[in-house]
């Protein structure tokens, strides 16, 4: 397939006025018709081209006359029409199969309802339409379906006339005044249980607000709708944004390929990320919840009201918008703790795709598969840059230049360098190296080397920065690099101030006053910028890192950087057993930050194997996992009493799923991961023991996990206990799949893949099963003998047939392969080859050639 090219770029020759919808619902043959209003733009000669794929097409007519065959040409890929007036309207009529449509794009069934994903591409599976996000117009909706079986009817917009018409069917109008792409275009239609609330804005306003969820559910959506409310007012508060119509509407959905969608006054959920009760849900899932409802309703103004102008600008609201998020929990919960998790996440899932065969820039130049594009990198490292942007300019000028952006570009569809010329043209700074984080893929690495005169007391601190080369650039610039740095001395005492980092290498001296000993020198705080920081510590000073450091972030990532030495030395046969003293330090510091439980949480938490396989290559992901793991015992060994009074304490307020008690959960589930690594004879029974007790579900989850992990009767007590508890709520279910595919091996994945609860059709489903071993389970899935990857492939073979934007996501486990160990390496590349030698859809046919480079 050819690759589509931001340089390539061309405006519209038209402008769609408006669009008027009309659906006529049945799930085996739904008719959609189009009336478009058209007004030519651009050239006189250029021909109309309309987007449409999947589409049967029964009519077609300007201004009332219908066209013959002759006058337009009919492809895979949609309907062009060369000599077509200045002004006219174009009417279509098509018909489209929802309940045949697996890949979950356009308008489809879940659950017996109608629902559409239109983002990125899905809305040319509707109807005959300029399917590109620089072609905004106004839409009305009118839709039809069998009253019975689908009593709400909901579009964009505001609701209008409703009513009955023949044979038991009744109808619904919808308008939206705002101008939008189609790929923001929803409809909803089914039986569903509402949850129903009311917002009042910062100008007086009442809005109606409503999440929608299967029969039975509606208690289950509560917090949706309480994060939903924080999140309207937190706009408000802090960026002025006020919601821009009457209805705000929420829908969940079980069959869904993302998180969720930002469609405008319409926003549709997978149910993974609106249903949570105390019985069902876990922490994570209320984090999740909150986090994902504020980014879908922040997109309102940071999509919606301004968009993309092409999808190579997509971070310009993606990045923007997990910015926006992350700061929202923030303010919600614990910053210090939000900023680790978030640095967590990032250095899992984007460094390893910066380091690997997919590495692409933040506004990549160039794709293949659109779907493809929502990639770590866009939203993560893309919400770093705008951190960075922040940070650089200070909290006043950036809401100064966000206001002008919102100001000057609503109702537009714009780039990158329209964002930045509001931030230019408010502070009078020049961003072009700066812009350079768009264009360069890659980790920067920083390397810094400190000396110390104690007879002058000059501190100097040289930096020097490189960025690795990617796929497709090799030579790189130096990037502005901020990075928020102090001096620390044995009292706590500090000087702060921000370095830009803009040459290759930079010498910072400091000349202290008489008497000072040496100082610690803060680097990077609050990890200012998403780089790799090398810097070769003895471990004395690691040490005293952790006693000294200030800041939350860099005295967390003391103790990651000990711990992942520890176990890289491990795992490669250096060190035999871990090191008393250094395993005392990290138990000293759980200990020590015991009266902040979320955040001795964190530091009781070891790196993951995702994160230490970026570290040293090749990467031996069963050695790591081993290593890891006897770190993990020989912490607890240190911990017992400390675990033993956190766990033997139970909790007799109500559950409250706030930050205050999800940290004091976090901390009894990272002692329950511990307990589960120890090896201690007891700790099957003492797990069941967890299990049994645990009130709410993160806790019994945690002794899950733990227990899926070992041998024995516990684990299958455990387990079948859950299943027969749990086996009619499918989320819950997901779970219990995934605990075993996180701890299990090939043959666990096979037996996960034939029980009759595993779904095909069902993103989640699949997920809980082949993400959790490929993508968190490594050491499972990169097995020597490429057990894994077998196991993997066929799944994706058969899921990829059903859903290619689901094939392809699974197939990215594989973006690592070059850095193993060369058995796993050697299976690895064997199972890629025979994916790329199989019929895969262009998704996953994209991930493979780039993954095989
Ligand atoms: N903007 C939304 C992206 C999305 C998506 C992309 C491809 C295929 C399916 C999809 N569903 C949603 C989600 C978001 O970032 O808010
Ligand atoms: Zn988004």
Redesign the pocket.
Same mark, same amino acid.
């Given at each position: 397939p050819v690759a589509v090219q931001l340089s390539d770029y061309t405006a519209y020759p038209f402008e769609i006025e408006q669009v008027d919808l009309r659906f006529d619902l049945h799930p085996d043959a739904t008719l959609v018709r189009a009336d478009l209003k058209i007004r030519r733009t651009g050239a006189a000669d250029a021909a109309l081209e309309l987007d449409g794929e999947a589409l049967e097409l029964k009519s077609i007519a300007i201004d009332g006359a219908p066209l013959p065959e002759s006058a337009y040409e009919l492809t895979e890929s949609g309907l062009t029409l060369q000599d077509v007036p200045n002004a006219f309207t174009l009417v279509t009529e098509v018909e489209i199969a929802p309940s045949k449509n697996t890949a979950?794009?356009g308008l489809y069934m879940s659950g017996g309802r109608f629902c559409t994903?239109c983002?990125?591409i899905?809305f040319r599976r509707i109807t005959f339409y300029p399917d590109r996000p620089d072609v905004m117009s106004r839409f009305t909706v009118r839709m039809t379906a069998d009253k019975e079986t689908y009593p709400i009817l909901l579009s964009n917009g505001t609701p209008g006339e409703t009513g009955d018409v023949d044979d038991g069917r009744h109808f619904a109008v919808w308008d939206d005044p705002h101008k939008k792409p189609a790929y923001l275009f929803a409809l909803c239609a089914g039986d569903y249980d509402v949850y129903r609330d009311q917002f009042t804005t910062m100008s007086g306003k009442v809005i109606d607000l409503a999440v929608h969820v299967d029969k039975g559910d509606a208690d289950r959506a509560a917090w949706a709708m309480d994060s939903l409310k924080r999140s309207m007012k937190w706009d408000e508060e802090t960026y002025g944004r006020e919601y821009d119509l009457g209805v705000f509407n929420i829908v969940a959905v079980r069959d !869904?390929? !993302? @998180?969720?969608?930002?469609n405008k006054g319409l926003n549709i959920f997978n149910s993974a990320y609106v249903l949570a009760d105390e019985a069902s849900a876990t922490d994570a899932d209320f984090e999740a919840i909150e986090s /994902?409802v504020a980014?879908?309703y922040f997109?309102n103004w940071t @999509?919606n009201r301004i968009t993309c102008r092409d999808w190579f600008q997509l971070c310009l609201?993606?990045g923007l918008?997990?910015f926006r998020d992350q700061n929202f929990s923030a303010d919600m919960r614990s910053r210090p703790v939000q900023r680790i998790k978030d640095v967590i996440r990032l250095r899992a899932r984007q460094f390893a795709e910066d380091a690997g065969p997919l590495a692409h820039s933040v506004r990549p130049e160039t794709y293949g598969a /659109?779907?493809n594009l929502?990639t770590a990198t866009v939203?993560e490292k893309g919400a770093e840059v705008i951190g960075m942007l922040r940070r650089i300019l200070g909290e006043e000028t950036y809401r100064k230049g966000m206001d002008l952006y919102f100001d000057r570009h609503d109702g537009q569809a714009v780039t990158i360098e329209d964002f930045y010329a509001c931030f230019e043209e408010v502070s009078g700074d020049d961003f072009t190296q700066f812009r350079l984080w768009y264009s360069q893929a890659g980790t920067p690495e920083v390397s810094v080397e400190e000396s110390w005169n104690p007879e002058t007391r000059e501190v100097a601190v040289t930096l020097k920065q490189r960025v690795p080369a990617t796929p497709g650039q090799t030579n790189k610039k130096p990037m502005l690099i901020p990075m928020e740095m102090a001096l620390i001395d044995d009292e706590g005492n500090m000087a702060e101030w921000i370095t830009l980092f803009e040459d290759e290498e930079l010498t910072l001296t400091f000349d202290l006053p008489e008497g000072s000993e040496r100082p610690l020198v803060s680097i990077n705080r609050d990890f200012t910028a998403p780089i790799r920081l090398k810097r070769n510590l003895d471990r004395e000073t690691q040490l005293a890192m952790i006693r000294l450091e200030t800041d939350p972030f860099n005295q967390w990532d003391a103790v990651q950087a000990l711990a992942k030495q520890e176990i890289l030395a491990l795992s490669e046969g250096s060190q035999a057993e871990p090191d008393d003293a250094l395993v005392d330090a990290i138990a000293a510091a759980v200990t020590g930050a015991s009266d902040d439980p979320a955040f001795a949480a964190l530091l009781a938490r070891l790196p993951d194997v995702n994160e230490l396989f970026l570290e040293r290559q090749p990467a031996d992901p069963v050695a790591l996992d081993a290593a890891r793991k006897k770190l993990q015992a020989a912490l607890y060994g240190k911990l017992r009493q400390f675990a033993d009074s956190v766990l033997g304490e139970s909790s007799t307020q109500a559950y409250d799923p706030g930050a205050e008690q999800a940290g004091e959960r976090a901390l009894r589930t990272a002692l329950i991961g511990l307990l589960a690594a120890s090896g201690a004879d007891e700790a099957g029974d003492r797990l069941l023991s967890l299990y049994k007790a645990a009130t709410n579900m993160t806790e019994k989850l945690a002794a899950l996990r733990g227990l899926a992990g070992l041998d024995g009767e516990a684990r299958e007590t455990a387990l079948a206990d859950f299943e027969a508890e749990w086996t009619s709520n499918p989320l819950v279910m997901d779970k219990w799949f995934g605990v075993q595919a996180g701890t299990g091996d090939a043959a666990t994945i096979e037996k996960l893949a034939a029980h009759s609860a595993f779904d095909l059709r069902n993103p989640n489903r699949v997920r809980s099963v082949a993400a959790a071993f490929a993508m968190q389970n490594l050491a499972g899935f990169h097995a020597p003998d490429g057990s894994g990857y077998r196991v993997v492939e066929d799944i994706i073979l058969k899921a990829d047939k059903v859903n290619p934007?689901l094939g392809a996501r699974l197939l990215t486990a594989f973006e690592q392969w070059r850095s193993l160990e060369p058995k796993a390496k050697a299976e690895a590349e064997a199972c890629l080859r025979r994916l790329q030698a199989a019929d895969l859809s262009k998704n996953s046919a994209d991930i493979v050639s780039r993954a095989l480079g």
């Open positions: 979950l794009s994903q983002e990125a899905g !869904f390929n !993302f @998180g969720a969608m930002e /994902i980014h879908e997109h @999509g609201k993606e918008t997990v /659109i779907d929502y939203y934007a």
